[in-house]
């Protein structure tokens, strides 16, 4: 077993989820087209590494994450082997398309238990921590796929569950038929949420407090675009969208909000921060965010996203700048 920082947790923020017990880092590391993707694995061990000593004890994955589908699970199941795994919090999703035929995507009992099982498999483990449907299913009723998710938990494959990318209509009709049955809760929502993009202020933050839950952030640096390194013209050759074949970081390739980016960086400068670490504490500044997700090709990644929360508060001139700027 590897030898980790003693110190781990004497700095990082750890936050209740929620009415919940289970608290979160306020930084954690997703393996979302990284770790099984284009980061080489020494590399991806290295930054799994640097994240625990530094307090990240949050390691969040999909089944669908990696090149081809499935590797992140792989590649980090090997690293996590080497690590304390009763100190770890680990999550895996279900939802998107996975293998062919009418049982491989979607959120069915079949499906979702089905893909739970291969995850653990992959992941080298007996359970995860928390067990997410990655996506709403119009065609499978909410009392199928909460009880799929209690079957999870009764099971042992799953200590908690929650829901990805839900509206707040379905957050509170998937919680409510949990509460109402006696199975299984879910605990988190994990949404997109970034400066540039703040759909979540309309109504999901506000079911996630109603029903208990906490939520996590991802894409919190909207694939990169608010770093500094995208202001100008030319991308970086190690940046994700000159390495990446995601969809979602070729949008950085768009440069409508290059002005409104160059704002938020001179205003970081004042704080005497990165534009990536005031963007990633503006969204801690919400008491329903318990975590946000970020994403690392390099430990120095993960180090100058955890140095963000010793600065992690706003004056109310600086949040109303923020808001002037957003628009």
């Known amino acids: 077993m590897t030898v980790f920082n003693e110190k781990r947790y004497d700095s990082m923020v750890y936050n209740r989820c929620g009415r919940w017990g289970v608290k979160f880092p306020a930084i954690s590391l997703g393996a979302w087209q990284t770790y099984g993707g284009y980061v080489p694995d ?15 004890t949050h390691i969040d994955f999909a089944n669908n994450y990696g090149e081809p589908n499935g590797n992140a699970e792989v590649v980090c199941g090997k690293i996590i082997r080497e690590m304390p795994r009763h100190e ?24 979702l238990l089905s893909s739970l099982d291969q995850s653990l498999k992959r992941l080298q483990t007996d359970y995860v921590d928390l067990f997410y449907a990655h996506r709403p299913d119009p065609n499978t009723p909410t009392d199928e796929v909460m009880d799929a998710l209690d079957q999870a938990v009764r099971s042992g494959k799953a200590l908690y569950v929650g829901l990805s990318n839900h509206g707040p209509d379905d957050i509170r009709a998937k919680n409510a038929h949990a509460v109402a049955y006696h199975t299984a809760r879910p605990i988190i929502s994990q949404s997109l949420y970034h400066m540039l993009d703040r759909t979540v202020e309309q109504g999901v933050l ?6 208990g839950m906490g939520m996590i952030a991802f894409c919190p640096l909207a694939q990169g675009a608010l770093t500094d390194k995208y202001i100008k013209a030319n991308k970086p050759a190690d940046s994700r969208l000159a390495q990446s074949s995601d969809i979602c970081a070729k949008r950085l390739e768009k440069r409508d ?17 990165t534009l990536a670490q005031m963007a990633l ?22 180090e100058e996203n955890v140095a963000a929360l010793k600065t992690a508060r706003f004056s109310t001139e600086e949040l109303a700048k923020i808001d002037s700027i957003l628009g």
């Open 257 to 273: 909000d290059i002005s409104r980016i160059s704002k938020l960086n001179d205003l970081a400068r004042r704080r005497g921060q």
């Open 281 to 302: 504490v503006w969204l801690l500044r919400r008491p329903e965010v318990v975590s946000v997700l970020i994403g690392a090709s390099r430990p120095a990644q993960i």
């Open 206 to 211: 506000q079911a996630c407090a109603e029903c």
């Open 42 to 56: 020494d590399v991806s061990k290295k930054c799994l590494f640097r994240a625990f000593d530094l307090g990240i």
């Open 88 to 111: 770890l919090l680990v999550s895996t999703k279900a939802g998107y398309y996975m293998w062919p035929g009418p049982y491989g995507e979607w959120l069915s009992r079949k499906y």
